[in-house]
């Protein structure tokens, strides 16, 4: 059974033993004055011989007590033996340590122990506790950041004296190892080490490394307490580990360890720029200083990277990079290698950055309305004008001979809301969502004159005009006909099922896109008075708009994005991709193998066709506004929105 004196009983032996050694010091004061005393008794002759004996006994005495109260530093330790061995055995449970050591003595005098305790950055408690064996039982808290260091000293009860300290033990409990070792490298030929410093009161911290496979190299660093960082030179392609532990004595925390590759330094800074119609160039920092050359990746609208598309020589810091599509988004990112021993080695990447080539904003104005839809009509290299469906505001038509710079021509009020507009050389086809049809004179552009109008049941989303009719997609009602010469009138209807969005004519059919859940309906509108559905096929999805382009319809169909149909027989449209473009595919047109889609939540998106089994983005021109409507007039595309219109370039 350990014997653990209490506080007062601690100090109450504590100022025994402090007595004890002012009593001796006082017997050496005493002894010196006798000394001094006898020294007045001897004869003149011997007077120089004996007040240099008593010079050096004062000297000697002086030095004595000097030691003594520098606690034994400049002369050797007292003849009391130190305790060795000192031990902190694994936790007893959550509130229990154990201390054991060592002692050897041979002689017969009263020895006790007395131990010193520090507890996290506090200082040493040198008369912590009072012990007569050679164990001790502490009762701590086993689960915090604190740590608790120990060391032990025998004391002499006989002759009055201490011994040396033994060696310093301490515990760690498992909160107090470093965390979150993070080993980067700031410099090709640099590392950093950081780390979480999570205890108090350690001694510093202890480094381990290791080169590849090789052993560890203990104690490779040590640094002072409240550490959480350093940093060391290295070599490069041989993994580097490293092990961080907090230690204190004998005893350390576990350790953190984490690994690296040190690698070429990856390229900084990539910028881009647009040199002229087709070239993109591309430039960025070397920050390496032994590449054997840079590998270039390029992306292309929402397709995977190419990797190592282009490999560039060492110490080259730029490239142009011819593009042979029209428009689109194109992303690059850089990289350094170098080759040794038949391995190559790469840097990490450098920033990615992407640009837009002829997918950028040209101009825009602004209309007071809602923009519904738009047509865009050229009358000749001189004339184009921009017919905007402006809901409330009616029609409202913009000069866009200069896209950069768009100019408002007139306003035409109508009706409650103007939603679609169609235009040929003469007239401008304008409806509104009451079912009201309108043809207006637009020969002398700068004063429009309504000529006729009339009624239907529907809700006149779309309109086009083909061979002196006005075909309408009218919502419920279905497709709709009217006879544009002579006064208007609707001539026929036609179910189609579904909400009649819009509809595109080609050959003496009308393909119609039918809302929510409905898809594409194929009218055989050979006979205009008798027009017959051919065709139909569903897709989930709000199906908004379509357009015509050879043997290939394609439909926006919202939230689904694009639909690609094959029409090559009407009567049997078939499926043959879909391409997830954005959030809402709103509004469509094609231009060869291109397609240009107004995505309500994201903007003007543009995906290539080219093999219509495998549809790809290759651009997107980002939008704060939402575009309602798109329509495709040589090099740009004009997209109505919620602001007005804007106008994008889309080729050279």
Known sequence: MNKIISKDRTQMNTDQADERMINYYKNISVNHSYLRSSASNFSTKDHIVT??????????LFISILFWGCGGKLTAPPDVEMPSNLKLEPKINDSTVKLTWDYITSSDDTISFILAKKTGATSWYEFYATISTKIFIDNINTSDSLIYAYKVRAYNQTKNEFSSYSNIVAYFSEITKPTDLIITQPSQFTLQLNWQDNCEGEEGYVIDKKIGNDNW??????LGSDSHSFEDSTLLFEPVSYRVSAFTGDNSSEPAQNQIIPNLMAPTNLQLSVLDNNKIEICWNDSSS??????????????????DLITIPSNTTSYVDDITF??????????????????????????????????????????????????VLSRNSF?????????????????????????????F???????????????????????????????????????ESCQTAGVHNDVVISDGFAFIADGEIGLSVIIVSGPPHLITSLDVGGD?????????????????????????????????????LPFSGTAQDIFVEGNYAYLANGESGLEIIDISDPNNPTSVSNCQTGVFAKSVQAQGNYIFIADTEVGLIVVDVSEPTNPFILGIYEMITQPNSICLSG??????????????????
């Open 326 to 375: 029209p428009c689109g988004t194109f992303a690059y990112r850089v990289r350094a290698f170098h080759v040794e021993n038949d391995t190559t080695f790469y840097s990490c990447y450098s920033n990615e950055e992407q640009i837009n080539i002829h997918l950028n904003l040209t101009g825009s104005i602004g209309t007071v309305g809602n923009s519904n839809q738009v047509f």
């Open 635 to 652: 090099s740009y595309a004009f997209l109505s929105d919620n602001d007005g219109l804007k106008i994008v370039q889309i080729s050279p």
């Open 51 to 60: 007040k240099g004996k008593q010079l050096f006994c004062f000297f000697f």
């Open 383 to 411: 004339e184009r004008y921009a017919f905007i469906a402006d809901n409330y505001n009616g029609l409202v038509v913009t000069d866009c001979v200069n896209p950069s710079s768009p100019s408002l021509v007139t306003t």
């Open 217 to 222: 190299e203990n104690s490779y660093k040590i």
């Open 500 to 536: 009649a969005k819009s509809l595109c004519i080609q050959n003496n059919y009308a393909y119609v896109a039918t809302g929510l859940n409905g898809g594409l309906a194929v009218v055989d509108i050979s006979d205009v008075q008798n027009p017959a559905q051919v065709g139909n």
């Open 413 to 451: 009020p109508l009706p409650d809301r103007t939603i679609s507009v169609f235009a040929n050389e003469n007239y401008a086809y304008a409806t509104n969502r009451n079912g009201g049809f309108n043809i207006i004179d637009i020969t002398n552009i700068d004063s429009l004159n309504l000529v």
């Open 290 to 307: 032994n590449e054997d050359g840079f590998l270039i990746d390029r992306k292309i609208g929402e397709q995977d990277w190419i990797q």
